[in-house]
């Protein structure tokens, strides 16, 4: 739990002003980013069903005047939370931070830090590496709706994790934060920046969670992967908020010659979670795999956009997002792959898959191309039924019960992603999340 401070108010100006008051040791160009931010958060509009980007999402309830800036945990919740951020256990690197402060590092092996690798909070990292942040930190603009929530995002953050891979460097062992929001009303902004410099290689992992299951909580974060030419870069997002909280991320993954990304994402968590990912191809040969999972329960909604632009010629892209829905849930889906002129011989796809456990719940898929080169092979598709009947019967008729034979054909329903993780720590991490969430339907 929190610490309360009496001089803790609802986000505003004023609040804004005192923020920046505070934390004097800022790089100037970081100051005037975050003021130039906090004013186009005044000025953009509030999202509204007219909008595009926001079409069949519930935009009521969506404000975020009703939270504060995050408070300093006590000394016991801390201890709390670094025990229960153990779930990775193999690892090369890991932060673990409650409320934006850092809580535990674990710190670089010698061979590591000899190579180059930087793997440090924002806090200290603004300070000791300004000038790879300048060029990197907050360097793509949104596209998909949410720039309201980015601006603020800019405006408020104060940490994160900064991970550095040198030119030709290879890390076999994931590197993983976690970050915890504690307290009622509590504000947190989570941030992530991952640059993989040519020919390097290298996994992360973001954990996101709450401290307490009912308090209401508002999570704003960005994250940012940047693989350079010939870099693999693999990233896992697992977004597993309370189900009173709100929740925005960005994804930006930007690909150079020859790069490969892969990006998974598991949400579980949220009352109401928008998540945008933009994959932006910017070099030949490159190749970007995108997959998501989501399960939802209760009221529940999840709203994902995605864009997949292709910038380069002889690429490719290929997302898969799977959603199955409890209850009265609703998931949204609104993808788009947009090709440029010069992207002639572009290979791209885009596939949701929806499976309805209830009548009650909803699911709405937006696909779509945009393409200007005349050489490329695109398709888009999106699927929503219910479990198929026949197999529910066959596990029915051998003594299993309902619900277990449901869980078990979402389990395969979902596993067409989970088998492609290599690492089997994290696919079986992955799949553990699936059944406890399950299990608590």
Same mark, same amino acid.
């Given at each position: ?39 186009d ?17 519930n ?19 801390s ?38 690798v930087?793997? #440090? ?14 060029e990197?930190f ?11 929530f980015?601006?603020?995002?800019t ?31 509590t ?26 299951? #009912? ?38 993954t930007?690909?150079? @010659? ?29 190749n970007?795999?995108i997959?998501?999972?989501t ?9 994902? @956009? ?10 490719r ?40 456990l ?39 008729? @051998?003594?299993?019960?309902k ?9 395969g ?12 720590e994290?696919?079986?991490?992955? @799949?553990?999340?699936v059944?406890?969430k399950?299990?608590?339907?």
């Amino acid at each position: 739990m929190v610490t309360v401070n009496s001089e803790s108010e609802f986000l505003s100006e004023a609040v804004f002003d005192h923020f920046l008051a505070r934390h004097t040791e800022l790089p100037n160009w970081l100051v005037k980013q975050k003021e130039k931010s906090w004013a186009d958060y005044l000025t953009l509009p509030a999202p509204n069903r007219k909008m595009e980007n926001w079409r069949f999402a519930n935009v009521k309830g969506l404000g975020v005047e009703g939270f504060r800036l995050a408070s300093k945990i006590t000394q016991e919740s801390s201890q709390s939370l670094v025990k229960a951020s153990n779930r990775i256990q193999s690892t090369a690197g890991k932060l673990v931070f409650g409320n934006d402060d850092l809580l535990e590092e674990q710190l670089l092996s010698e061979e590591l830090r000899a190579k180059g690798v930087i793997f #440090e909070p924002l806090e200290t990292a603004f300070a000791k590496h300004s000038e790879i942040l300048e060029e990197f930190f907050m360097a793509q603009e949104s596209e998909l709706g949410s720039e309201k929530f980015t601006a603020l995002h800019t405006a408020l953050n104060r940490n994160g994790t900064l991970l550095f891979v040198p030119e030709n460097v290879e890390v076999e062992l994931p590197f993983v934060s976690y970050h915890w929001a504690s307290g009622e009303e509590t504000a947190v902004f989570p941030h992530t920046l991952v640059i993989a410099k040519d020919n390097s290689k290298v996994t992360f992992v973001d954990v996101y969670g709450s401290e307490e299951k #009912e308090a209401a909580q508002l999570a704003c974060g960005v994250s940012t992967l940047y693989a350079g030419p010939g870099a693999n870069v693999e990233y896992h997002y697992v977004q597993n908020w309370n189900e009173a909280s709100i929740s925005f991320n960005r994804l930006t993954t930007v690909a150079q @010659r020859d790069a490969n990304i892969r990006a998974y994402g598991l949400n579980i968590g949220s009352k109401h979670a928008r998540n945008e990912g933009h994959t932006i191809i910017d070099g030949a040969g490159s190749n970007a795999e995108i997959f998501s999972l989501t399960i939802t329960d209760n009221d529940q909604e999840i709203d994902q @956009r995605t864009l997949q632009s292709h910038n380069a010629p002889n690429s490719r892209s290929n997302l898969l997002f799977k959603n199955a829905l409890q209850d009265k849930s609703k998931t949204i889906f609104s993808g788009l792959i947009k090709v440029a002129k010069e992207a002639q011989q572009t290979d791209a796809y885009q596939t949701n898959r929806n499976l309805l456990l209830d009548p009650s719940a909803e699911a709405n898929s937006l696909p779509g191309l945009e393409i200007l080169a005349n050489d490329v092979k695109c398709s888009h598709g999106a699927t929503t039924g219910q479990i198929d009947q026949e197999q529910l019967f066959y596990l029915l008729a @051998r003594g299993i019960s309902k619900p277990t034979a449901q869980k078990l054909l979402v389990f395969g329903f979902f596993e067409e992603i989970l088998e492609q993780i290599s690492n089997k720590e994290l696919a079986d991490y992955h @799949r553990e999340l699936v059944q406890q969430k399950f299990g608590d339907a």
